[in-house]
């Protein structure tokens, strides 16, 4: 279906990518946003503070990230689109709730505007340390999918498929900003609305008694329900069956955790998502993301002005892993780099993909401002030596 | 399972059409307090006259957390200690829902503690009903942050030493509208109270105190369910508007109980449709909008 108009700003405008998420969320039908202040991610939920209720929204500031991370649920369960917005300290008081996410498969939005850490850390400076973290935090085995945008119109563009992505494959959709992008005022061009694709809820067609809220359908998904259908439906975090109802024992728990992980990893190849520049017949490919990319592309002209072959590949979606393109390229390629803001999360996955089949380099950096293309252009020379 | 609301004569239990049969049996003990405070709930379900299809139960974790898998309704059991926040989303995306929290003490007030004082203090359009055992049931009779000095708990081998925290005077001083406190000795008095409770507009507390003879009754040499029945009748002592501040929990002493709190105060929502109808103006269309289905709250 298209965009509501009423929640769409059509126009050219002059935004941060803060307030670009906030627009495409609304783009996207998100009506719903519990939330706690953090730097650097708080011009989000202070705009959707605003704006929400002129457009039949709401916004409640919880007590913590705990209560924000569950509430949206709550909300999701209740018929909305929701979603919450943190920073890295925040996100890591949220980690139970995505794991309940998860496992409730409610399909919501967190995003998560990076600072520099751990702990307090950085908190108006960048970082991209959370992409492990955000991918593995809580316990238990359990599928996401994450996004990284790169400029404030990737923030608008970009939060609209975060929601479509967790009404499709019903878990929740990390949205993996960086300080950078957040507080970066660029030009953002939101289109009309009937030319933005929003996926809508897919709720259970099944008569009162015969609906199963975990019984798989379409993308190996369950149709959703909500509150006050009639369908009197139980969920739990407990490990359960196709009723909802809890089983504890060891079957139940591996068909159930098995689709969890299957649901992604066997369709990955409808949601991977990156950019490639000049991959074919590179020596040296760079992978990047977020607004390290924007870096990155610095260097590579750099380096192409030195007559180095080099393309790069740049993760839009980072989970799942674009693990099959970075054999292909691996098996051709003298060497892939990996350039982030982090001692080397995404690098950890490149390097698995890439077999030993070429050369693999790390680009590190601790955080706190973007690399020194001059230091990602000495990886790549190096690279080809 | 059939639908048993087909089934209804003189001697089907009045509480099976609440009761999710295919999960039957329950997991509670032989002389636990919890099925009795169900018994009551179904019964003040039906008393309240409810369309059953808008009412919602959410729990935590813990024994009292296994309610909401055992209602027929819509059911939640969320995280440990989480269930409020859950019910908040819950009722604000959903203002026709009727959402009842059902869980412990262990999970409303200590885990859970934070969530309890914001929602009372809001005044979040929920009932909170709370069984008080006074210790961790599920997990084997830890110390809860109701255990009164000196029961003994297994993490408080030689007696529970801290101050425990006195729920009806915690809500009251959140700001709760409606607070109660009964024994599940008090079965009728119980449903009343569950009943105004969940009539009551605004954030309203249903304290339960109920015995659990696996744990708390057997290490502290109390004897089993019934002799918990007996100390509940005999030293129950009923102060109906009782300041809250006068009806903490002793071990083994007086039990006051009642209504202690019955007022009104705006809603969350109804605070925050106020406030931005005055700020913004006649273009303020109150929340929620009737209407927009597909496009979220």
């Known amino acids: ?385 | 399972m059939s639908e048993q609301t087909t089934q209804e004569g003189p001697h089907v239990n009045p509480v099976l059409p609440y009761l999710r049969e295919d999960r039957m049996p329950h997991i509670w003990c032989p002389g636990c307090g919890i099925g009795t405070t169900v018994n009551c709930f179904a019964r003040a379900l039906t008393e309240s006259g409810l369309d059953l299809d808008n009412v919602a139960i959410v729990s935590g974790i813990g024994c009292t957390g296994r309610v909401a898998g055992y209602a027929k309704l819509d059911s939640f059991h969320t995280t440990h200690g989480r269930a409020i926040p859950f019910a908040t989303g819950l009722k604000l995306s959903n203002p026709d829902l009727k959402v009842i929290v059902y869980s412990g003490d262990g999970d409303l007030m200590a885990i859970g503690g934070n969530h309890f004082i914001h929602a009372a203090r809001r005044n979040m359009d929920i009932t909170v009903i709370c069984v008080n055992n006074l210790l961790y049931g599920m997990t084997g009779g830890q110390a809860s942050s109701t255990t009164p000095e000196p029961a003994k708990a297994t993490t408080a081998p030689y007696g529970a030493f801290e101050n425990p925290f006195s729920l009806p005077f915690l809500a009251d001083s959140c700001g709760a509208v409606y607070v109660a406190r009964w024994t599940t000795y008090h079965v009728r008095q119980t449903t009343k109270a569950m009943k105004e409770a969940i009539a009551k507009k605004g954030f309203s507390f249903v304290e339960i105190i109920s015995p659990c003879p696996t744990l708390y009754q057997r290490r502290n040499k109390l004897g089993d369910g019934l002799q918990a029945m007996q100390y509940y009748r005999d030293r129950s002592v009923v102060k109906t508007g009782a300041d809250t501040r006068d009806v903490g929990i002793t071990f083994q002493g007086d039990i006051i109980c009642g209504k202690f709190v019955d007022r009104e105060r705006p809603t969350w929502l109804d605070a925050y449709n106020g406030r931005n109808t005055t700020a913004i103006g006649a273009t303020y269309r109150p929340y929620p909008w009737r209407g927009n289905e597909g496009q979220g709250a």
């Open chain 1, 1 to 385: 279906m298209k965009a509501d108009p009423a929640g769409v700003q059509t126009g050219r405008h002059y935004l941060d990518g803060n307030h670009a998420c906030c627009e495409g969320a609304l783009a996207a039908g998100c009506r719903f946003a519990a939330g706690y202040p953090i730097t650097p991610s708080t011009e989000i939920v202070e705009r959707i503070a605003g704006r929400f209720p002129h457009l039949g929204g709401l916004f409640i500031q919880m007590e913590d990230e705990i209560a924000s991370s569950i509430t949206l649920q709550g909300a999701v369960w209740g018929g909305a689109k929701a979603m919450t917005v943190t920073s890295g300290p925040g996100l890591s008081l949220m980690m139970e709730h995505i794991g309940l996410a998860a496992v409730l498969e409610t399909p919501c939005v967190f995003v998560d505007v990076q600072r520099g850490g751990p702990s307090t850390g950085l908190p108006t400076l960048p970082g991209q340390a959370d992409m492990m973290q955000v991918r593995w935090g809580s316990h238990g085995d359990y599928q996401i999918i994450a996004l990284a945008p790169s400029s404030p119109q990737e923030c608008f563009d970009f939060t609209i498929d975060a929601f479509n992505l967790a009404e499709t494959y019903r878990l929740p959709v990390m949205f993996m900003m960086d300080e950078c992008v957040g507080h970066m005022t660029e030009r953002v061009d939101i289109p009309p609305a009937d030319q933005i694709e929003v996926v809508p809820r897919r709720y259970t067609q099944k008569p009162r008694g015969e609906y199963r809220p975990y019984e798989p359908g379409e993308h190996m998904v369950p149709d959703m329900v909500k509150a006050g259908m009639g369908h009197r439906f139980h969920i739990t975090g407990l490990t359960h069956d196709e009723r909802g109802y809890p089983v504890i024992n060891a079957v139940a728990q591996d068909k159930m955790v098995r689709r969890l992980i299957d649901k992604v990893r066997l369709q990955a190849d409808q949601i991977v998502r990156y950019e490639e520049d000049r991959v074919e017949g590179a020596d040296v490919v760079l992978m990047s993301y977020g607004i390290t990319y924007r870096v990155a592309l610095r260097a590579m002209e750099m380096a192409r002005a030195r007559g180095v072959k080099v393309g790069s590949l740049r993760l839009i979606v980072c989970w799942p892993f674009p693990e099959k393109r970075v054999q292909e390229i691996a098996a051709k390629a003298k060497a892939m780099v990996m350039v982030e803001m982090n001692m080397g999360q995404m690098y950890l996955e490149m390097d698995r993909a890439a077999k030993n089949r070429c050369k693999t380099v790390l680009v590190p950096h601790a955080g706190g401002t973007v690399h020194d293309p001059e230091v990602i252009l000495a990886a790549i020379m190096e690279a080809v030596r």
